[in-house]
């Protein structure tokens, strides 16, 4: 069992940042690939980003590469989302999920454990 809890969500103006932070419980942590996922109001769940179990691959959606970096600190079994140049669309509910499949894929479907989410609100 995998427990999962996201903290930094919070309301921001058009072009600034914030940092989403994911800690995980786990000893096998380091082995996970872990990914953030959002869902705005009357829309699916959509992959955000993803990253592999030692940081060495990452893959972002098309809509936030640029300005979104997801890293890891696998002694701290953390999770991060930093987010620059945000926009009212990036506004959603964010969540954090592992998979221990190794590998990092695009569906929400392909993740085995969830957090409760954290909200982004992008004011314009």
């Known amino acids: 069992q995998v427990q999962l809890v996201e903290s930094g969500g919070g309301l921001v103006q058009a072009g600034g940042s914030l940092r989403l932070s994911c800690a995980a419980s786990g000893r096998t942590f380091s082995s996970y690939i872990m990914a953030w996922f959002r869902q705005a109001p009357g829309k699916e769940r959509e992959f955000v980003a993803g990253i592999s179990w030692n940081g060495g691959r990452t893959a972002y959606a098309d809509s936030v590469k640029g300005r979104f970096t997801i890293s890891r600190d696998n002694t701290k079994n953390v999770v991060f989302l930093q987010m620059n140049s945000l926009n009212p669309e990036d506004t959603a509910v964010y969540y954090c999920?592992?998979?221990?499949?190794?590998?990092?894929?695009?569906?929400?479907?392909?993740?085995?454990?969830w957090g409760q989410g954290t909200q982004v609100t992008v004011s314009s």
């Open positions: 999920a592992v998979n221990a499949r190794g590998v990092i894929n695009y569906r929400a479907t392909g993740y085995d454990y």
